[in-house]
């Protein structure tokens, strides 16, 4: 059985990237990257519990049974994007200060406001790569 996180709380998640990195981004400070950078990574060495976003969001709505739920395969595959991206950021910036470092944190900023208007980015690379995938088994 798969599990299931409910939507709330991924949104939470997309909102909370999306403010820390347009934040990080206008003010043009390496130290927000590296937090959110941390936020994420912690999210995902321990799990949905550990994210900071979904902690608070809970604080304030305390019934999820009638909510929409997600796959957290999807949350932890779009999270290690997110990390990824933060953590190329984060080292360009603490290495050279190079501009591109703002262009990893600003895809990390429009995938999670896409993903907040409908569309998940990350979920559809995910179903993309479990296709080819498929096709590669069955097709030998």
């Not at 820390?20 to 950078?37: A, E, K, P, R």
């Not at 944190?105 to 409908?118: F, P, Y």
Request: charged share 10%; proline share 1%.
């Amino acid at each position: 059985m798969m599990k299931e996180i409910p939507v709330t709380l991924v949104k939470a998640n997309q909102l909370m990237l999306v403010i820390l990195t347009l934040l990080s981004i206008f003010l043009q400070n390496v130290w927000i990257v590296l937090g959110t950078l941390v936020l994420v990574a912690a999210s995902l060495l321990f799990g949905p519990k550990a994210n900071l976003a979904m902690r608070i969001a809970k604080i304030f709505i305390k019934d999820f049974s009638k909510d929409e739920t997600e796959a957290v395969v999807l949350l932890r595959f779009n999270q290690t994007i997110a990390a990824s991206l933060l953590a190329i950021a984060t080292t360009i910036l603490f290495v050279s200060g190079h501009w591109i470092a703002w262009v990893f944190t600003g895809m990390v900023s429009i995938a999670a406001a896409v993903a907040l208007s409908g569309f998940c980015v990350g979920c559809f690379m995910y179903y993309q790569i479990k296709r080819l995938s498929y096709k590669m088994r069955h097709n030998n």
